[in-house]
């Protein structure tokens, strides 16, 4: 895991990223209905940075494959009794996975933080109709935001082919496109650099650099408006 070996569990988010404002200020207004799933949260140190800001904690959702990575960010911060955020162990790529089923129609904003590019466009799929099925039910604000590696020039996806998919700005928009069509919802993306320096791994292509994407939804009734 590079995220564990380079220590990046310790690297908070920008707190005058824009993005991360928006969700600070939606999940703290009062009566908000607003609730934020940090996909993939490793140690949890995302959702305790909402919490040091003020963010009640049964407004924080965490999900990962790894217990044990969950019950290590207690240890680290020290914060079994107080964080009072949940977590929830289960594979967002298994789509057939009941123990993701918790989050439901529970969830209003979510972050994504160096997870994408780990997957293929078939499991990146699977992960954005799931990642849908979270969603509130009528909500017409959602929105999902972070940062990955992606690239300038991207190619067609083989059938079949699982090794990772790097983006660009146009074939983000037609992966979420793709499960818009699966999900009935429409979505719009924003990709920029971040000018933030990457370290080169094995398979990872030449020119690869670091993005910030958000992910809009866009409401039903513009939608609508589309089609006429």
């Given at each position: 895991?590079?995220?564990?070996?380079?220590?990046?569990?310790?690297t908070?988010n920008?707190?005058?990223?824009?993005?991360?404002?928006?969700?600070?200020?939606?999940?703290?207004?009062?009566?908000?209905?607003?609730?934020?799933?940090?996909l993939?949260?490793?140690l949890?140190?995302?959702?305790?940075?909402?919490?040091?800001?003020?963010?009640?904690g049964?407004?924080?959702?965490?999900?990962?494959?790894?217990?044990?990575l969950?019950?290590?960010?207690?240890?680290?911060?020290?914060?079994?009794?107080?964080?009072?955020?949940?977590?929830?162990?289960?594979d967002?790529?298994?789509?057939?996975?009941p123990?993701?089923?918790?989050?439901?129609?529970?969830?209003?904003?979510?972050?994504?933080?160096?997870?994408?590019?780990?997957?293929?466009w078939?499991?990146?799929?699977?992960?954005?109709?799931?990642?849908?099925?979270?969603?509130?039910p009528?909500?017409?604000?959602?929105f999902?935001?972070?940062?990955?590696?992606?690239?300038?020039?991207?190619?067609k996806?083989?059938?079949?082919?699982?090794?990772?998919?790097?983006?660009?700005?146009?074939?983000?928009?037609?992966?979420?496109?793709?499960?818009?069509?699966?999900t009935?919802?429409?979505?719009?993306?924003?990709?920029?650099?971040?000018?933030?320096?990457?370290?080169?791994?094995?398979?990872?292509?030449?020119?690869?650099?670091?993005?910030?994407?958000?992910?809009?939804?866009?409401?039903?009734?513009e939608?609508?408006?589309?089609?006429l």
């Amino acid at each position: 895991m590079p995220f564990i070996g380079r220590w990046k569990f310790l690297t908070l988010n920008d707190a005058n990223d824009s993005r991360y404002q928006q969700a600070l200020f939606r999940l703290r207004l009062h009566r908000s209905r607003d609730t934020l799933l940090d996909l993939g949260c490793g140690l949890g140190q995302a959702l305790r940075q909402f919490r040091d800001d003020g963010v009640d904690g049964s407004r924080l959702f965490g999900l990962d494959s790894s217990s044990q990575l969950i019950s290590s960010g207690y240890d680290l911060f020290q914060d079994r009794s107080s964080l009072d955020a949940h977590f929830t162990v289960g594979d967002i790529t298994d789509p057939d996975d009941p123990r993701l089923d918790e989050l439901n129609g529970l969830i209003s904003i979510i972050h994504a933080g160096s997870f994408f590019h780990l997957f293929s466009w078939k499991q990146q799929l699977y992960i954005g109709k799931r990642l849908v099925g979270f969603l509130q039910p009528d909500i017409r604000n959602a929105f999902i935001y972070g940062r990955h590696v992606g690239v300038t020039h991207t190619q067609k996806p083989e059938k079949g082919d699982s090794s990772p998919y790097l983006h660009n700005q146009d074939s983000f928009q037609r992966l979420w496109d793709e499960i818009g069509e699966l999900t009935m919802t429409k979505w719009k993306v924003e990709v920029e650099q971040s000018g933030e320096n990457i370290v080169w791994l094995p398979g990872r292509p030449k020119g690869a650099h670091a993005v910030n994407f958000t992910i809009y939804q866009v409401p039903r009734n513009e939608i609508k408006k589309s089609c006429l």
